[in-house]
């Protein structure tokens, strides 16, 4: 097999583009990829401070090497959930990243710093694991890239990730939670702007690259996945995927150049400040502050019903997949 731009030998094949590629060629076809996603949808300027939510696993990782290769001023946010030796190893995977790029690392534990971890919220309150887990993601990225004057947050999606999501709110014609789904969301009324560079590269594509870059990640999968919705849409756009190679890419490629402009999102909703914690919600008390106070036992004097359409509409519709990759 020859490298379809040196003639090299190559070592990754990229069969929905019918290509193959040596390390040097894939490497640098997937950062061009990567700067063609940023300009397409003005994501982020090259002056812009850009905080980049890791999990510890490929493609946040991936996302992170790539930001920092193309000079971008990228530090790593991490979030503890406190999810048993998950947590630890994927807390300790990203801290030797960090380290081994010199670049800044914010790490913030749930546990210490706002008194809960993931496995509890999913036992006492009233959403479901991932569903709590991802709203606490979504609530400390934004709160931590106010506070520490981001410009943009930049997750790390991959077109996998996308397409599945496309598929689970086509099939509930969502239409709302459609017309969201961007690879750029602009900021607005304390919320930070978020981008996802990786929506052109594959799961595949963000494996070879963070083997072929030397990047040592995560590949267990988080022990309270079971019954992620996410995986079940993953699995059947794989199926389509294996005989029909770049379904995937034409799918939401497509939905996002024919299908879009059609839908429009539905919920604008006017923003104050939380009275616990001071981010943007469409209540008294936003989300998070309201989960957490389930968990921990803390009264707030507002009604549990009363919903935070700011929280919930933040990311467009799975709470699972903050970071992109596999939960
Ligand atoms: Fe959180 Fe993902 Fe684990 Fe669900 S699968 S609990 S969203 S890390
Ligand atoms: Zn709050």
């Not at 090299?8 to 997937?30: D, L, P, T």
């Not at 812009?48 to 946010?77: C, M, N, P």
């Not at 406190?82 to 914010?106: C, H, N, P, Q």
């Not at 947050?153 to 709302?176: K, V, Y």
Request: aromatic fraction near 8%.
């Amino acid at each position: 097999m020859k490298c379809n731009r040196c003639r090299g030998s190559a070592v990754v094949e990229v069969r929905r583009h019918n290509a193959a590629y040596c390390k040097g060629c894939f490497v640098h076809v997937f950062r061009e990829q990567v700067k063609r996603a940023i300009k397409q949808h003005d994501m982020v300027r090259i002056d812009d401070r850009i905080l980049v939510a890791v999990s510890g696993g490929k493609d946040s990782l991936a996302l992170w090497d790539v930001l920092l290769e193309l000079g971008y001023d990228a530090a790593g946010l991490y979030l503890g959930l406190g999810i048993g030796d998950y947590s630890g190893r994927s807390g300790e995977v990203t801290k030797a990243f960090a380290a081994g790029r010199g670049a800044e690392l914010i790490v913030i534990d749930l546990e210490r710093d706002y008194g809960f971890d993931i496995p509890t919220a999913g036992r006492k309150g009233s959403r479901s694991t991932c569903a709590v887990c991802g709203l606490s993601k979504r609530y400390v990225f934004n709160r931590a890239a106010l506070e520490g004057g981001f410009d943009v947050i930049a997750t790390g999606h991959n077109l996998d990730d996308e397409a599945a999501t496309l598929l689970g709110n086509t099939l509930r014609w969502q239409t709302g939670y459609m017309a969201r789904q961007s690879p750029a969301l602009p900021g607005k009324d304390g919320m930070v702007k978020k981008v996802k560079p990786l929506f052109r590269l594959s799961e595949l594509e963000t494996a070879a690259y963070a083997f072929l870059r030397g990047i040592d990640y995560v590949v267990e999968e988080c022990p309270l996945v079971a019954g992620n919705t996410q995986l079940r849409y993953k699995d059947a756009m794989n199926a389509i995927e294996a005989r029909s190679p770049g379904t995937k890419a034409q799918f939401f490629l497509g939905y996002l150049e024919r299908g879009r402009p059609l839908f429009t999102a539905a919920d604008d909703a006017e923003l104050s400040a939380c009275e616990r914690c001071g981010q943007p919600t469409t209540g008294r008390f936003c989300a998070f502050c309201r989960a957490r106070a389930q968990v921990v036992g803390e009264r707030l004097g507002a009604p549990m019903e009363d919903r935070d359409v700011a929280s919930e509409l933040a990311d467009e519709v799975m709470p699972a997949e903050i970071y992109g990759g596999s939960p």
